[in-house]
């Protein structure tokens, strides 16, 4: 069975001193992913809200377009347990039932049609430890039709939600953590040991919960890569802040998507690397 996270036995050392330390450490484990009973992609991933993780990546990648493509997904977490949800028999349960041994660790998706094919080109990202160009990704997406300000305040408000709510990560370390927000507050929050897994999760979880991502503001802890740019774009976001840096590529791809990137939110200052028109100081 995997968890999300585990005891274990770690030292540590101040100056002169060794203290054994029985503490958490942050779970990760391999999930493939099956769409229409063939192999989609496999994620490395905090096993938490997978069926979100699922839907979030099918729209992402262009899979789906809304939930109603969805017939049924089962996430098989243990051998006598497994995750279900089928919309036409308003079922959305963790059950207990007994699973083949081989399928633990997989996600399995029906969709509504029958007509499904694998693409044949995927562009292996950072997340994956590979890399793109500005030309690979640019065309891809229109840019995004938002006039929306926000306050400079406001952004550090989020981000200190959104630590404030990071249990795993003042539990385990190890875990990033993002989340969607408006102008008073975070609709949905993800963790994960992938960065780009949290923005999956985020999708997921508001397609399921009716939740329009348009307009709204990206946050996270990780470092804003073309991936999560890209991501960020697909959901039609405008603003997204980071605790750390953007890349080269993902700053390239927010001029050219319109998107107002914002890197080192924390403590009441920032970097905005892009779209300085949407914040407002006072």
């Known amino acids: 069975m995997y968890e ?9 050392i101040a100056g002169n001193s060794i203290e054994p330390i029985q503490g958490l450490i942050i779970g990760e484990s391999r999930w493939e992913l099956y769409v229409n009973n063939l192999q989609a992609v496999t994620f490395m991933a905090t096993p938490t809200h ?6 979030g990546f099918l729209a992402s990648e262009n899979f ?3 939930l109603n493509e969805i017939h049924s997904i089962r996430v098989n977490l243990a051998p006598d347990r497994a995750y279900w949800f089928i919309p036409a028999l308003g079922i959305d349960a963790t059950r207990a039932m007994a699973n083949c041994e081989a399928g633990v660790g997989s996600i399995q998706v029906q969709l509504t049609r029958a007509d499904f094919t694998m693409p044949t080109h995927r562009i292996i990202t950072s997340g994956c430890g590979g890399g793109v160009t500005f030309d690979d990704l640019s065309k891809e997406q229109t840019p995004v039709d938002s006039t929306r300000p926000i306050r400079a305040a406001h952004i550090t408000a989020l981000m200190h939600e959104l630590n404030q709510r990071a ?7 190890g875990v990033h953590t993002s989340a969607l927000g408006d102008d008073s507050h975070l609709l949905v929050f ?9 923005l999956d999760k985020i999708r997921g979880e508001c397609l399921l919960r009716g939740i329009a991502t348009r307009d709204r503001i990206l946050i996270s802890t990780g470092r804003i890569s073309s991936e999560m740019i890209t991501k960020a774009a697909k959901m039609r976001v405008p603003i997204v802040a980071s605790r750390t840096s953007p890349t080269h590529l993902a700053l390239q791809l927010a001029r050219a998507w319109n998107i107002t990137l914002i890197g080192y939110a924390h403590a009441g200052e920032m970097r905005v690397y892009h779209g300085i028109e949407r914040i407002q100081v006072e």
């Open 4 to 12: 999300e996270k585990s005891q274990t036995l770690y030292y540590r």
């Open 50 to 55: 997978l069926h979100h993780l699922a839907l």
């Open 190 to 198: 993800a963790e994960d040991v992938g960065r780009h897994n949290t």
């Open 167 to 173: 249990i795993l990560y003042r539990e385990c370390r």
């Open 64 to 66: 789906i377009a809304s």
